[in-house]
């Protein structure tokens, strides 16, 4: 589904930013992307849907080829994909449901079919009566929330998530982090990029972390030769 | 499209001075234009009077013979150029300047004034070359002592219609490079002001064309009420000339529909001539 193949990324200014990266991920894995700040974890996420493209190498989503791939081709992929990120990124003078519907209009789905599908959204991130509210009027996890429901408005076969958590208090974290896990449950791979190593010793994911731009662990990997190690 | 449509509004509300900054550069480069062409249209349709009165007059020898006089009206009359002639005899003569120079009517006497022959040029033959040939063609034959004709200032007209309507496309084509070159300036400012819409649909995989689609919008409306503006500032102008100096005639709809059409068309290249680049700059 997600593929990367010897990927580097060098930016002109800053440097690599990833040396010789290759992963796979599956249909329906959560993934959580850990390690230090600059490691790469971002660069990781944007070469997955596409907001940057590798130096060297190949990042295949879904079909979707880095060489080469169009503009067009682009904006395609991430009507199939949902991206949430640290700031939530909502339009401030525009309604919770004002802002998930956004996603829907710019791909041209018909009105009639928005308003039910952006109930629906927001019912299953538990934001059913907030409808109405203004961003600024809702807690972070509670704006957080929004952002997931907008991403996951095209029904996405993979939801992106780049420290979805990183401006949360602990109990909104975890209402967030269980958003993220029954979402996954439903069949969505989730790949989530954090810092909060408590969440992840939590869980039993995989964990893939990455330090000066390459994956140092994978916990599959790991999962994988346990059986050879183990007599 | 309802989308586009409020996103178009959306950014008028959150720039209106940018708008109004760029309706009125467009306003004033249509109004320049106007203005010369409001001057060529008055001149084009006094010279259109003027024309309709344009007539070669051919004086006669006193002697000339009556049968030279009819054979030589056959002749001229199977020019193509021509719609009339008529003979105007010396009494026909007195006549028409006693009544036509009221003031002066007890100045002309019987036999004052030469008889002539006055031919009237058929539409669309009146401009200059032609009365001049017909004129020639005219004066040789020889019982034709003199020919008049308005020839000169019939010229010096179609000069100065000329020569204001190249100055209004030489004019208006300057303003409107002006406007869209301001145009695109304020392209710049409204993507920026719109930057956080503008990476949400990236994000949501909203297509290029999708996101520029209000930007056009947008050109397209200040072009048309940068038009609108310029109609009402030209017809002001022509109602104070009207007033004040001379009579004038304003645009009919089908040029005032140019002048909005215009104003469209350098709204609409003004933002296409940027928006792809500047949207793209927007991550």
New interface residues.
Partial sequence: MIRFANVYKEYPRTGAALNDVSFAVGKGEFVFLTGPSGAGKSSILKLI?M?ELPTRGDVWVSGTRSRGVK??EI??????LG?VFQDF?L?EDRTVEANVA??L????VP?DKIRGKVSRLLTQVGLASKATNYPRELSGGEQQRVAIA?AL??DPFVLVADEPTGNLDDRATRGVFQLLRDINAGGTAVIMATHNLDLVKRSDCRVLEINRGQVVFDSAEEKRRMPEITP | M??AARETLIGFRRAPMLSALSITTIAFSLFAFGLFSLVALNLRSALQQVESRVEIRGFLIEDASPEAIANAMEIIGTYPEVARVEYVSPEQALERARTELQEFRDVFEAGFLPASLDIRLRDGHRDPATVESVAEKVKEFDFVNDVRFGAEWVAKLYTIRNVATAAGIILGLAFAAVAVIIISATIRMAVMARA??I??????????A?IRRPFLIEGFIKGIAGGALALLLTWVASRVISQYFIQTEYFDLRLASLGLLGGAIIGVVGSAVSVGRQVRKV?
């Fill in positions: 849907y907001d503009r067009r904006s395609m992929l991430r009507r199939r991206v990124r339009l956004f996603a209009e710019v791909i041209d009105p907008r408005a095209n | 309802r989308l956080r819409e990476s949400i649909m990236r994000l949501v995989g909203a297509t290029d999708f991550s």
